[in-house]
Structures are given as structure tokens and as C-alpha cells.
């Protein structure tokens, strides 16, 4: 088994990076993540933590998988996740929705709770409310073509798209812009709600693992234009950032439109037809520098047409 240890990180995807480890399509490959904190020992007395120069939201990798050559699609399915022992909020003072109610950061630690024979986690928000964690990988990407995409960024490659369906089962396709592709992940969160109101999830860190699969060229066929596509809970999804939500959710809603037209062999016309009555849009996260909004479209109305 291929693994990455938490001391490969890096705060930027880009190619040229020099790889962590490399692999075959097809291999399994477990990465260990830092927190989006840089791990910084971060705690309700010390909100600011012990290394302030720390990286942020640092991802573990670049794994290279060999075959891999622009114009592939790399397929990531997310076998498991395993949480550390704790996650931490924190406020921010310049941005999410409710800056503007605080004077200063302030950090919480939230201890887990695990179920070992279900592999499930839980948190005590208080002497009221426990909560089930649903746990999402915030930061995961190829290196981007061109220049390279700092960490708390999302776009095309994915980077930090912080969608909360990115989790356990399911599958994520990715393009390949440079050789090898160079994987990378981290900013795992326990649990976060669509939009990640106030800055953050319960950030943390784990360990992923994946099973890496390029599509060549040929057989990716309609992917590559709906990139980054995720396969979860029934439906595709299309998950794409820009300046604006606004923005956002017009891509991601096109970039569906044209994968169920290309499936369906629908024209225009009943394709956005179908698209209105069937696809929903969502908010992934509106606090990154390029929010981001995902298009979900349930995979059983496709499998009438094939
Ligand atoms: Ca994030
Ligand atoms: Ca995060």
C-alpha cells in the first residue's frame, strides 16, 4: 500500500511539483493530511496556535500516476476515512457571514466520539445537542493547467471547492493537465453544512484513502466538459467556482446540461427541459476567494435513455 505522510505538503498545486510518492491507475493510495490549520495546535486558549507562519489549508501529495497524460481523466473513489481525535472551529474577523459579530478569533476543540463497529464518528456540541459527523475531503486536486493554484483557491482542478458531498463512497473525476497528474488532498472537515457559513467546517485530519484510475482520451468522452464531476448519492454532480455564486451556479449548470444531453441525446430545447424539472443547484461554500456551486442531477432519469 502506497502512503503519504503528513510531512509532504504543499500550500500550491502546480505542475512540476515533485511528486510524493508515484503509482500505478488502478492502485490504492492512503494520504495523510494536516489540518487546514497546519496542524498549529490550535486551542480555545491559544486561537492563534503556536506557528502563525504555518501553510494554509496545506494539502498532502502530489501522488504521480504513471500513464496519466493531459486530455486523461483521473477517477478518485474514496474508500475511507479516518479521523484524529479532535477538530477545531474557529472565527474569523475579516470573512464568512458573521464576521462582522466578532471582535476577535475564537477557537473551539471538539473531542470525537467513535462508533468502532459502524466506523462512524459523533461530537458533543453541548450538554443538549450530539451531532453525527459526515466527513468531506475541503481540498482536493490535480495540478491546474498553467500556473499554479494556491490551496485556499478552487477551480477547474478542483483545489478548495469545500463541497460536502466529496466524502466516503463516493467518486470524484478530476482532470489530468500535466503528466502524472499530481494528486493532492487535505482540509479534511468532521462535518460542515452546504455554504460553510461562518469561515470553516470541524476542521481536521485523517487519513484518506483512494483508489486512483485514469480514463484515457478516448473513453472519457463527455467527462473531460463537466469536470470536476462527482458521482454520490444517486447523482452526478457538477461542481464549478467562479467570482460570483451567480457565476457559479450558470457553469455548473450548463456544464450538466450539455454531459445529459450528450447521455440522453436530447436536443437543447428538452434537455433544459429536463434539467429544470430534474437538477438541483446547490451552494457548496461562499467564503473561499472563488465561491463555489454545485449542479446535482439524478442518475436514474440518465439510465432511462441508455
Ligand atoms: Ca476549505
Ligand atoms: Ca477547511
Not at 7 to 29: I, M, Q, R
Not at 264 to 288: E, P, R
Request: charged share 25%; hydrophobic share 40%.
Amino acid at each position: 500500500m502506497i502512503r503519504i505522510s503528513r510531512d509532504y505538503v504543499t500550500d500550491c498545486l502546480k505542475a512540476g511539483l515533485e511528486p510524493a510518492a508515484y503509482c500505478e491507475s488502478g492502485d490504492v493510495a492512503e494520504f495523510e493530511t494536516r489540518d487546514c490549520y497546519d496542524d498549529n495546535d490550535i486551542t480555545e486558549d491559544n486561537p492563534y496556535g503556536n506557528h502563525p507562519d504555518g501553510l494554509e489549508n496545506p494539502a498532502t501529495g502530489p501522488l504521480y500516476v504513471r500513464g496519466a497524460e493531459p486530455g486523461d481523466v483521473l477517477k478518485v473513489e474514496i474508500l475511507g476515512i479516518e479521523l484524529r481525535e479532535y477538530g477545531i472551529m474557529r472565527t474569523s474577523v475579516t470573512d464568512g457571514a458573521f464576521h462582522h459579530l466578532y471582535e476577535k478569533k475564537t477557537a473551539r476543540r471538539f473531542y470525537f466520539k467513535k462508533d468502532e463497529t459502524a466506523g462512524s464518528y459523533r461530537i458533543s456540541f453541548d450538554d443538549k445537542l450530539t451531532l453525527d459527523c459526515d466527513i468531506m475531503i475541503g481540498v482536493i486536486g490535480t495540478a491546474p493547467a498553467g500556473d499554479g493554484v494556491i490551496t485556499i483557491t478552487p477551480g477547474s482542478h478542483g483545489g478548495n471547492m469545500d463541497c460536502r458531498k466529496i466524502g466516503i463512497g463516493t467518486t470524484l473525476y478530476l482532470p489530468v493537465n500535466t503528466p502524472g497528474a499530481l494528486l493532492a488532498m487535505g482540509d479534511l472537515h468532521a462535518l460542515m453544512g452546504d455554504g460553510e457559513m461562518m469561515i470553516c467546517g470541524l476542521e481536521t485530519g485523517g487519513i484518506v484513502t483512494v483508489r486512483v484510475t485514469v480514463l484515457k482520451k478516448a473513453e472519457a468522452g463527455y467527462l473531460w466538459d463537466a469536470l470536476p464531476l462527482l458521482d454520490a448519492d444517486g447523482s452526478l454532480m457538477t461542481i464549478q467556482s467562479a467570482e460570483t455564486l451567480d457565476e457559479a451556479a450558470k457553469l455548473a449548470a450548463c456544464r450538466m446540461q450539455r454531459l445529459v444531453a450528450a447521455v440522453t441525446g436530447l436536443d437543447d430545447v428538452n434537455s433544459g427541459m429536463l434539467m429544470s424539472l430534474k437538477g438541483n443547484l446547490v451552494i457548496c461554500q461562499i467564503v473561499n476567494p472563488l465561491k463555489t456551486v454545485r449542479c446535482e442531477f439524478p442518475k436514474e432519469v440518465l439510465e432511462c435513455y441508455q
